[in-house]
């Protein structure tokens, strides 16, 4: 058999044990509440730096 190929019969019959006290809980350290930050940058400060930030991308 070449690569990427696979034998049928090994895919038949496969009782997989799962025990789902194993898993992640994704809502566990969920916080509800708000971020703020203060900067002296103004608007056109700011798009003139993210401007520059994708033209050295395209560069």
């Keep these: 058999m070449g690569f990427g190929s696979y034998d ?4 038949q ?6 025990d789902d006290s194993d898993g992640v809980a994704v809502h566990e350290n969920d916080h ?12 056109d400060n700011l798009i003139d730096q993210l401007s520059e930030m994708k033209d050295d991308e395209d560069a």
């Design 8 to 11: 049928e019969s090994e895919q």
């Design 13 to 18: 019959d496969q009782d997989v044990e799962t």
């Design 32 to 43: 509800d509440g708000e971020m703020s930050f203060e900067s002296d940058a103004d608007t």
